[in-house]
């Protein structure tokens, strides 16, 4: 049991806030999580869990709800942007389980989201407390004290912030800092699955490879949905955040020229959002005495790994194991999670970078190239070489 009685405090109900709590909980601690929306609720969009973060979901004891609706991808094709052709190419899901241990799955958010939610109430039921916007936290040699919107004040031994991309407490401990707009734009929609016609309603992830934009569809809650997502070189829209909506001229328009099965697609949602990517640089420290940070609030992941909600997910299991450690010195806890996940995560974040290049660039035009870059970067045994320090990595075994 933790040396103290004081709770930590988690700002954030996201993925990385709630799979934090989860792993507290689970280590004996008392847990506060603070959440700015007014009801618990994920973004309407996919999101894919590799090997190496349903690996810590797995030992967190979600193996059971994940399996009521994840979707294990059978097949994965590459396309061409505008001929159609297709390549078969690395297969994950049930191939995941022989080679990694565990599965890669396909999920729609808020099912892993109402999974992570019901986990932590299970252990404390009013852990997650709602409306809780931080505003400021401060500190003393003994306790961590977390500020909020309205006057609201709650103090624990520390505080670990998962909150998100804009992190509040990520300004407050080290300033705003300087991202830089990558000159894309990410577009989401989801689509019930017999909405589609039978040759696109299939249980197959799909990468259409193009000039100057990407696109990828899969199923996801078991099978019902298919989720879209869209990565385009734009420069007239900056917003970062999942909730402006667009309209499916805009991103029809966005992919025009690409071939009719696309279109399919984007004529099929109801209302696609749209996403500002922005880069920025790793940062020198995540921690401050008491207080640290996690997940995209210390290192936001381009999506072109499909990795950040899995680096969040790694933290959590490595902050909970470095308190558990050393339960009585938080800021020891803290030192010790931010050198186990700082080369790591910067990484991720550097390879996702560099993964822009290969799914969509201008000497992907003509189909000539695009088979030459399948044979040269997409074949199984180039992939694995690639990707299995990725999917092997194995945050329940850390040595803390
Ligand atoms: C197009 C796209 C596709 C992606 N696909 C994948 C994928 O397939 N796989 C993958 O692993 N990752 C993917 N990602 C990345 C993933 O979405 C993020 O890395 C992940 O959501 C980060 O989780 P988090 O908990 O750190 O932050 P968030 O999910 O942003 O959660 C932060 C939480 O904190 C709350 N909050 C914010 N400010 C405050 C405050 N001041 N006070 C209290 N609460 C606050 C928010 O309301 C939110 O609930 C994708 C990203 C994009 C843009």
Not at 2 to 30: E, H, K, M, N, Y
Not at 279 to 306: I, N, Q
Not at 315 to 320: F, G, P, Q
């Amino acid at each position: 049991m933790p040396a103290f009685s004081a709770p930590i405090i988690v700002i954030g109900g996201g993925i990385g806030g709630l799979t934090t709590a989860l792993a507290l909980l689970q280590r004996g601690f008392d847990v506060t999580v603070c959440e700015q929306a007014p009801m618990l609720r994920e973004v309407g969009a996919g999101v894919q869990i590799g090997s190496n973060g349903t690996r810590v979901l797995y030992a967190l004891g979600l193996e059971a709800p994940l399996r009521a609706v994840q979707v294990l991808p059978p097949r994965r094709q590459l396309r061409h942007w505008r001929t159609g052709e297709s390549w078969d190419w690395l297969t994950l899901g049930a191939a995941s389980v022989e080679r990694f241990g565990t599965p890669h799955i396909l999920m729609h958010r808020n099912d892993l989201h109402a999974i992570l939610v019901n986990a932590v109430r299970k252990f404390k039921p009013d852990a997650i407390n709602l409306g809780m916007q931080c505003t400021a936290v401060t500190q003393t040699a003994a306790a961590a004290t977390a500020h909020f919107a309205g006057g609201k004040e709650v103090s624990g031994a520390a505080i670990i912030a998962a909150d998100g991309i804009h992190s509040r407490v990520r300004q407050c401990l080290f300033g705003a800092g300087k991202p830089e707009f990558t000159g894309c734009v990410a577009w989401r929609g989801l689509v019930p699955m017999d909405r589609l016609p039978a040759h696109l309603a299939q249980l197959v992830t799909t990468n259409w490879l193009g000039p100057h934009g990407h696109v990828l569809h899969y199923p996801v809650r078991r099978g019902e949905l298919m989720n879209f997502i869209s990565i385009v070189e734009r420069d007239n829209w900056q917003v970062e955040s999942w909730i402006i909506a667009g309209n499916s001229d805009e991103l029809a328009a966005d992919f025009g020229g690409w071939h009719h099965d696309v279109h399919t697609f984007i004529d099929a949602i109801d209302t696609p959002y749209k996403w500002a990517l922005l880069a920025r640089g790793p940062m020198a420290r995540w921690s401050e005495g008491r207080v640290t940070l996690l997940g995209d609030a210390c290192h936001p992941t381009l999506p072109f790994l499909g990795q950040g909600a899995v680096m969040a997910i790694e933290d959590a299991y490595v902050v909970a194991a470095c308190l558990a450690k050393y339960p009585d010195d938080p800021e020891r806890a803290f030192a010790r999670y931010e050198d186990i996940r700082k080369e790591r995560t910067t990484s991720v974040v550097r390879k996702s970078h560099e993964n822009r290049a290969h799914v969509f660039s201008p000497d992907l035009a003509d189909s000539g190239a695009l088979a030459n870059e399948v044979v040269q970067y997409w074949q199984q045994q180039h992939v694995r070489e690639r990707l299995d320090w990725l999917y092997q990595y194995d945050a329940t075994s850390i040595a803390v």
